[in-house]
């Protein structure tokens, strides 16, 4: 399973940038797909999830009612939208993916088992 993330770059702060992740591979849509955010000298964090059919979100609360996570699965396409992005939104950011089958919406980075390779977000002040 390969994922290929797409859409970073630089932003001012209150602006917006969306993120695509690609999946191919040996992988349908039946995956929780996962977001999540690596700032420098700080731990990979969580920021979203959504359901493998998109009807169950889940984010971070420093993210909640600016990011929307969603998925397109005819595309095998998730997308992260940012919204009123603020400079510390700066991070290299990661889609995953769950095992094939499973379920649940979890925002541990360890129980993820495929990653891209990030994309870059930086928000200036």
């Known amino acids: 399973v390969q994922l290929v993330e797409s859409g970073g770059g630089l932003v001012q702060t209150g602006g917006f940038l969306r993120l695509s992740c690609v999946a191919s591979?040996?992988?349908?849509?039946?995956?929780?797909m996962g977001w999540f955010r690596q700032a420098p000298g700080k731990e990979r964090e969580f920021v979203a999830a959504?359901?493998?059919?998109?009807?169950?979100?889940t984010y971070a609360d420093s993210v909640k009612g600016r990011f929307t996570i969603s998925r397109d699965n005819t595309k095998n396409t998730v997308y992260l939208q940012m919204n009123s992005l603020k400079p510390e939104d700066t991070a290299v950011y990661y889609c995953?993916?769950?095992?094939?089958?499973?379920?649940?919406?979890?925002?541990?980075?360890?129980?993820?088992?495929?990653w891209g390779q990030g994309t870059q977000v930086t928000v200036s002040s």
């Open positions: 959504i359901s493998w059919s998109g009807s169950t979100t």
């Open positions: 995953a993916a769950r095992g094939q089958g499973i379920t649940v919406l979890v925002s541990t980075s360890r129980l993820y088992i495929y």
């Open positions: 591979g040996r992988t349908g849509s039946r995956n929780v």
